[in-house]
């Protein structure tokens, strides 16, 4: 379907969807409308079969979060912010998590806000090396949100997540990689391409066992062992009878390249 405020694109191929922020003048903020593209994307990429995808944003940013224009700014209507939370960003941040397939961030310049948080929210994250990370909710008197408060201190540490976010200060893209924030820094001109390699080579991975990796060690953020462990096991049990653990193991007696099909 067409779009306005963000691009899609699907390489049948090597079944890679693409999804591109698309207000650079703007930063690529978020609008309401912008959310609803976003959420019938998310829903398009899934149904055209896509076993990889890639996030990131037209021009010189990746997200500033949330367009402060597209908020009505009347007496008492600020009061609606946890209405367009509840609406918008925390479906957008939990259906990235449950997503059946992995997804990269493609960090290109500023993710400030709920942006930043948005990259945090996919599974990998590769940023330019002239990204940046700003948790700047505390500029206007707001706590982090989009998941922030949730994924700051497991990346970084209680220490590190509070200063983030109590100061609002930017933190380089290098910085970020070396605190754990993110997966890879790449050159400014490289990150579309590793980005695309990357997601090209997990696409041809077996896909139930992404996913199920993805579930069990988010999980492993709330459970005690003991549920862990039965975790482990549940998932194992459902894999072992999927075609791609058949095909993995048929592959490695032949000593040849297994050819998952994602089933």
Sequence with gaps: MPYEAIRVD???ATRVATVTLNRPDKLNSFTRAMHEELSS???EVVSAGARALVLTGA???????QDLADLDFTPGAMSDLGDLIDKHFNPLIRRLQALPLPVIAAVNGTAAGAGANLALACDLVIAARSASFIQAFVKIGLVPDSGGTWFLPRRVGMARALGLAMTGDKLSAEKAENWGLVWQVVDDAELSSVAAQLATHLAQQPTRALAAIKQAIRASATQPLDEQLDLERDLQRELGASHDYAE????????????????
């Design 41 to 43: 994307a998310l829903g």
């Design 59 to 65: 021009g010189r940013g990746f997200c500033a979060g």
């Design 248 to 263: 993995g193991v048929q592959a490695f007696i032949e000593k040849r390249a297994p050819r998952f099909e994602g089933r």
């Design 10 to 12: 699907f390489d049948a």
